[in-house]
């Protein structure tokens, strides 16, 4: 089904045809595929055949699901590109007049539903879903992902929550219980923490990865057993503003498959439960009403290396003027984010590092046999470098309070 | 890579050289004693406690612990006569037998030996016989066992069972005792009243004495001629020992009598070499009128005075000296709270001061602040000072003389001073294994209280009967809890003292030599700075006495700083070099100026948005004064129903109240620290430091401040010249704010000088006492909030390095302290380190300055909050922490510097084979000459046995032996 789409087989010509819409004008003309040029050129292309060489614009680009999706940098101007099939529908607008609610998944089937669920949509796609709103790519930012997928046990997962920066609420909460481990000794009962409530609303319920009576295994990597629940909510608190846990999900049947579906080759962790498990995964993957249901973030999209982000949690030091006054400084202490004066003293990461974490995703998935796999993959690197971009104007909010 | 090294050259040294955990001693006194025992030829005093503890007490200095592995009351202890060993009663119907040891010159307390009775009947009483070799052990069933010791085995042939007594059901045994006189009598008093006196060699009763009332107490007189009987009634009787049996008491008298009286529960007669005898009984007042006093009457000729205690009373004795040693010098009761010795050869049977055992809690330990190396000026001036209030103490020296003290004289001298909820500060002597008080200090005479002055407790009206006398100084009551004493900082150098207390007052004070009237100028600070919206719902401030004052010789305030709001002090510190005061709470800090008495700066650290704090920080107290009146009205519903309905119900109620709990489990929220939380504002800590604020070229004076958001405020401060200091003003100025991005609460600030070394203490430098600080290198800012050390270069304030402490182990800091540590090696080596207690109880060594963890132990349970709250550390890696209301435990992180009792006691020389030169206690003189060179490998040993608890210190291996061995064969 998706191979229809994905693979344009005997279609793939080197031309892609692009239909260029702005305010009720449209353009037509078609780009070297395999040679794109970077996205100002493109910019300014855009600009000379609709002739309106002093008009900003925001561009966006219909995906092969539908969605409205922005075009703004080389990243996902290259993806346009490459996934067009065969035609590249775009949408312009005044950047003055945007609305920036109009990206996001769905937006475009919500208006055009009747021309684009012909030709784009699936059609097992699930129509009653809200509408998620995205917003500009500058505005991006990584909420949660699961991570270590690769090294971990099939039936944990490790979910990490970006606070950093954010008003929403981490919003969750704990509680002691007792879980059953297998010992050589047999089974045995054992005391450990587990989530007993998610705020609505809350970072942790709007992943969608935590759940009510999960157990709690390890908090940025350190294991919880033999630890209180003081001690481990004390922890999480500590790393709130980067917090990665580790849980055994109490409903097992979401678990993520790492090798391939059809490779038969994760034999690794050939449990009992695995049958099951990857029977759900598969339908999680090959379907794509699961993939509404697993937001597209269960990909781990973000580098290892930034694990070690906490690093970027800095803290504010406001140097204060040789005739500052106290009354002054009083009130700037509860307005730190107005005050002009103050030196973040941020470990900016190099776009370098950025780089690299793309190439790294990529490790993830690699028997990602499944076509959709990398198709759902496809369509997130670029908010994912767009909010690398982002994260270096994002501490100085951040820092600011 | 040279950083590197260094780093694992500290390890090396803190763990093996510098440091180990042992905790050494307990101060104060025993929580819940239980019994008490006296040994007159050992003249040592043995203190039983109701968690099962046993501990000793000779000359000061002289101590011992040990601890029952049964974790049941201590009911009796008993020496026995002429031996260095004695018996303990528990209530789980156990007899243990304790030794004290020789073992390297030193004793030590070992149990040896344990028993208990086959069969159900409990042992209600015990009489170790003068022979040293039989214990007669009464039951509640009614028979004696007689019993060999050491080895506990049982003489079932010289039993007394109750038929060969009484045919009669007599209750249980109540009294024991030996006739002075004629070791092979004994007289058994039952629970009915009957008395037998028994014949142990002929195995025959001599003569039954028929008391009617329940028997409380015999005694036997000195001549062996009379028996004295309390009775539970309130009466005594005194029965002549005579050849047949007899139906008439001799003497039958109820002292308080007329209306009914409580019982007596013990009486003891004692002859004087001329004179009347002393009759001490407790107990026996007037049920009605007096029934809730807890009293011991002592009559000596036409004297008599009721002792009134203020606690209940455990049990008493007597000390006896004298050419014949018969003369009573000193009456010794152990009462709940505290040991009172009343010397009854002077005139007005004045009270001995203790010299340990001291109720630390006879007011409520509010808080503790540790001083080291006392210059030796200020020593005895607070000691002449202390002098002045002790002056109604006797003369007379301490009369329980035991043991030897053979611990080293103190290297130095420290102090312990603690605050208490009357708004005293109380002066301890810290420096050996007494803690002995030195001064006390009262704040309460500077302002107006409810309390009446004239209300003194020693005060009784004339021709009362009883004739009562106050005995005793633990008094619970607080008579205003405003006045209770919050913060304390002490400099050494200058003898000024500034304590803060629970309604924000802060008291500078001076130490002078004489008494002196003085006016106290009170300033007030307003830490609110016009922020709105703001009211305050707590109590109100201290009204200062504005008519003169007269102060006893000692500290005497001069100055005083009332914060408004009048909310707890929370911060203090003292710069006794730029005569400043820091102090904070949780609206705001400032700094006073207490030359020129005037405050130099005031910060609100207030957050608008602060609901809690907005409605005033007593509103959590309300809510718990509501919760607990909440919960008595449970209790007392609870009480209700019970009565009302039946048992099961209440269980089956009991019961559903359990699910429904089990039904909502503790939850804990997830969720980051934000601006918005509460008491943000309050300020933690708060620091004087000369550094390098504002360039690396001029250091300057600064205040810091970390308040509970986890914010920073660095000041920079002017101080005028030494010859204009008086008249020109000092001045603040805002030079830095960080704000930690974890917002955990900041609980120490400390400047390191450019070799990593904290900062001296002011004065410190200026009396030669420390090496001054490096001023050429770059100085470092050390940062200890709840969660993580984090170190700062100055003067521009970035990260360096941090050590996270709550994310990887999920514990807290509770309580931080800078310490020295010399090396047992070398004398000239040493390490600064911070010492850090966790809200899980462990001790942490954290090396600077790279804030690296060292070691970690355990030191208190994670449960027991308050003794987590009250724990101070001292200079030199010592520390302690209140282990009930009334002890502290002292515990050492150091090698060189250990506090712990070391003391011989020698087994007394029997009468009969004096001129036989008994074998030498334990080998101690023969093995004298060693004694330098296993004094050192034991301090080593110390340094192996990282984990050594105290309490099994008494069981400690013999590895020493082995390691002389060890040692002399290299």
Redesign the interface.
């Known amino acids: 089904m998706n191979k229809n789409h994905r693979v344009p087989s005997s279609r793939s010509l080197n031309a892609v045809e692009v239909k260029s819409k702005f305010g009720a004008e449209f353009r037509r003309f078609s780009l070297d595929r395999s040679k794109p040029g970077r996205f100002d050129e493109f910019y300014g292309l855009l600009q000379h055949v609709h002739r309106i060489p002093n008009v900003e614009l925001l561009v966006g680009y219909a995906d092969v699901h539908g969605d409205l999706l922005p075009i703004n940098n080389d990243d996902n101007y290259h993806k346009a590109i490459s996934t067009a099939n065969p035609l590249l529908r775009l949408f312009l607008q005044r950047k003055e007049e945007a609305d920036h609610g109009t990206f996001g998944t769905d937006s475009l089937t919500r208006k055009k539903n009747t021309v684009l669920s012909a030709v784009l949509l699936r059609p097992d796609h699930n129509k009653k879903k809200p509408p998620v709103i995205i917003s500009l790519p500058k505005d991006f930012r990584p909420v949660s992902s699961i991570i270590d997928v690769d090294i971990l046990p099939e039936t944990h997962r490790r979910v990490r929550l970006y606070?950093h920066g954010q008003e929403k609420?981490?919003?969750?909460?704990?509680?002691?219980?007792s879980s059953v481990r297998v010992t050589p000794q047999g089974l045995e009962k054992v005391p450990g923490i587990f989530i007993?409530?998610l705020v609505p609303g809350g970072l942790?319920e709007s992943t969608g990865l935590l759940a009510v009576n999960d157990e709690v295994l390890e908090v940025?990597g350190?294991e919880?057993g033999g630890?209180?629940?003081?001690?481990?909510?004390?922890?999480?608190?500590?790393?709130?503003?980067n917090?990665i846990i580790t849980v055994k999900p109490a409903n097992q049947r979401n678990n993520i498959v790492r090798s391939g579906v059809g490779g038969g080759g994760g034999a690794a962790s050939g449990s009992s439960g695995r049958s099951s498990d990857s029977s759900a995964s598969y339908y999680g993957y090959s379907s794509h009403s699961a993939a509404a249901s697993i937001p597209p973030h269960i990909i781990q999209n973000f580098p290892v290396g930034e694990l070690e982000s906490d690093e970027d949690?800095?803290?504010?030091?406001?140097?204060?003027g040789?005739?500052?006054?106290?009354?002054r400084?009083?009130a700037?202490?509860?307005s730190?984010s107005s005050l002009p004066r103050y030196e973040p003293?941020l470990n900016l990461r190099t776009a370098t590092t950025s780089t690299f974490s793309i190439n790294t995703n990529g490790t993830l998935p690699t028997s990602g046999s499944s076509s959709s796999l990398s198709n759902i993959k496809a369509t997130t690197p670029s908010p994912d470098r767009a909010m690398e971009r982002g994260s270096l104007e994002e501490d100085g909010t951040v820092i600011t309070? | 890579m040279r950083a590197f090294l260094e780093v694992g050259i500290v390890l090396y040294t803190l763990v093996s050289v510098l440091g180990s955990f042992v905790k050494t001693v307990e101060h104060g006194f025993p929580h819940q004693p239980s019994a008490l025992g006296y040994s007159p030829s050992l003249k040592l005093l043995a203190i039983g406690t109701r968690s099962g503890a046993i501990k000793l007490y000779g000359s000061p200095g002289v101590e011992f612990m040990g601890l029952h592995d049964e974790n049941a009351a201590v009911t009796q202890v008993h020496f026995m006569p002429h031996q260095v060993e004695l018996v303990t009663l528990l209530d789980d119907n156990s007899l243990h037998m304790w030794t004290l040891r020789g073992h390297n010159g030193l004793s030590e307390l070992l149990e040896i030996g344990r028993f208990t009775l086959t069969g159900p009947p409990g042992v209600t009483a015990v009489l170790a016989h003068s022979s040293g070799e039989l214990l007669l052990l009464g039951t509640e069933g009614g028979h004696v066992f007689v019993v060999e010791v050491p080895g506990f085995r049982e003489l079932e042939e010289r039993n007394i069972s109750l038929d060969q007594v009484s045919s009669r059901n007599l209750e249980h045994v109540e009294a024991l005792q030996e006739n002075p006189v004629d070791p092979d009598q004994v007289i058994i008093g039952y629970g009915r009243g009957l008395m037998v006196i028994w014949d142990l060699e002929k195995k025959l009763a001599i003569q039954h004495i028929p008391a009617t009332q329940q028997l409380e107490s015999v005694c036997w007189t000195e001549d062996g001629k009379y028996i004295l009987s309390s009775h539970s009634d309130g009466s005594y009787c005194r029965w002549m020992v005579g050849g047949q049996d007899m139906n008439e008491e001799e003497k039958s008298d109820i002292p308080y009598g007329h209306f009914p009286c409580k019982a007596i529960s013990k009486i003891v007669q004692l002859p004087t070499e001329e004179g009347p005898p002393f009759l001490l009984f407790s107990g026996g007042m007037p049920r009605a009128s007096y029934g809730d006093r807890h009293c011991i009457t002592v009559i000596h000729g036409k004297t008599h005075v009721a002792l009134d205690f203020t606690s209940r009373i455990i049990d008493f004795f007597v000390i006896r000296d004298g050419p014949q040693r018969t003369d009573p010098s000193a009456l010794v009761v152990l009462v709940e709270e505290e040991l009172v010795v009343i010397d009854l050869q002077t005139e007005g049977w004045p009270i001995i001061q203790t010299p340990y055992l001291v109720p630390l809690h006879s007011s409520a330990i509010t808080c503790s602040h540790h001083v080291s190396t006392i210059p030796l000026k200020l020593w005895e001036r607070i000691l002449a000072a202390g002098k002045h209030q002790n002056a109604h103490y006797s003369k007379k020296p301490w009369p329980i003389t035991g043991g030897q003290n053979l611990a080293p004289d103190p290297p130095q001298r420290d102090l312990l001073l603690t605050g208490h909820e009357d708004g005293t500060v109380r002066f301890w002597d810290a420096s050996g294994v007494c803690l002995y008080p030195m001064y006390k200090l009262s704040t309460a005479g500077v302002f107006h209280t409810d309390a009446d002055p004239n209300d003194n407790m020693n005060q009784g009206t004339e021709g009362e009967w009883p004739p009562f006398r106050k005995v005793g100084c633990f008094d619970p009551y607080s008579d205003d809890p405003r006045l209770g004493i919050q913060k304390i900082h002490l400099c050494k150098y200058s003898g000024y003292l500034t304590v803060a207390g629970t309604a924000g007052q802060i008291l500078m004070l001076e130490l002078n030599d004489e008494a002196a009237e003085q006016t106290v100028e009170a300033k007030v600070v307003d830490l609110l700075?016009g922020q709105e919206g703001f009211r305050w719902k707590g109590h109100t401030q201290l009204d200062i006495q504005e008519d003169p004052v007269m102060f006893p010789a000692g500290f005497q305030p001069f100055a005083v700083v009332q914060c408004q709001p009048p909310a707890v002090v929370t911060a203090l510190t003292l710069h006794s070099e730029w005569k400043l005061i820091a102090f904070g709470t949780s609206h705001g800090f400032g700094l006073y100026d207490y030359q020129q008495k005037n405050s130099v700066?005031?910060?609100?650290?207030l957050?608008?948005s602060d609901q809690l704090a907005m409605e005033g920080p007593l509103s959590r107290v309300k809510s718990i004064k509501k919760s607990l009146r909440q919960s008595f009205r449970r209790i007392r519903r609870s009480r209700v129903s019970l009565r009302k309905q039946h048992l099961q119900e209440a269980n089956a109620r009991l019961e559903a109240e359990l699910a429904e709990m089990e039904l909502a489990?503790?939850?804990?929220?997830?969720?980051?620290?934000s601006?918005d939380d509460s008491f943000t504002g309050l300020v933690r800590t708060l620091y004087f430091a000369d550094t390098f604020l504002?360039d690396s070229s001029h250091n300057t004076p600064s205040l810091w401040a970390g308040t509970n958001g986890g914010?920073v405020f660095a000041y920079m401060l002017r101080l005028p010249s030494v010859e204009h200091r008086a008249d020109e003003p000092v001045t603040?100025?805002?030079?830095?704010?960080?704000?930690?991005?974890?917002r955990?609460p900041v609980v120490g600030i400390v400047v390191l000088d450019g070799h990593g070394a904290p900062l001296p203490e002011p004065l410190e430098v200026a009396h030669d006492l420390a090496r001054a600080p490096d001023m050429q290198g770059s100085h470092h800012l050390l940062v200890v909030s709840e969660?993580?050390f984090?170190v700062f270069t100055l003067p521009k304030?970035?990260?360096k390095m941090k050590l996270?402490l709550?994310?990887?182990?999920?514990?807290?800091v509770r309580r931080v302290g800078m310490a020295w540590f010399g090396s047992s090696r070398t004398e000239d080596y040493g390490e600064s380190g911070l010492l850090v207690l966790t809200?899980?109880g462990d001790v942490h060594v954290v090396s600077l300055p790279h804030v690296k963890m060292q070691v970690q132990y355990p030191c208190i349970r994670?449960e027991d909050v308050s003794g987590i709250a009250s724990c101070v550390f001292t200079k030199h890696g010592q520390g302690f922490y209140l282990i009930s209301p009334s002890e502290f435990e002292r515990f050492s992180l150091s090698t060189r510097c250990v506090v712990e009792p070391r003391c011989l006691v020698e087994a007394p020389l029997h009468s009969g084979c004096s001129n036989q030169h008994q074998s030498q206690p334990d080998g101690a003189s023969s093995t004298h000459r060693y004694i330098n060179l296993e004094v050192s490998l034991f301090s080593s040993l110390n340094m192996k046995s990282a984990n050594c608890i105290y309490k099994k210190r008494v069981k400690r291996q013999r590895s020493g032996l082995v390691d002389l061995s060890v040692n002399m064969a290299v």
């Open positions: 606070k609420p981490l919003g969750f909460y704990i509680r002691d219980g007993s409530r942790a940025n350190i919880v630890k209180s629940l003081d001690q481990v909510t004390d922890m999480m608190i500590a790393n709130s503003h917090l949690e800095e803290d504010l030091v406001i140097e204060a040789g005739e500052a006054e106290p009354i400084h009083m700037s202490n509860h730190m003293h309070l | 700075q700066l005031i910060k609100c650290t957050n608008p489990p503790v939850q804990r929220k997830i969720e980051a620290r601006s504002s914010c603040a100025q805002l030079s830095k704010e960080i704000q930690l991005m974890h955990a969660e993580q984090k304030v970035s990260a996270k709550t994310a990887v182990d999920g514990s807290r809200n899980q994670r």
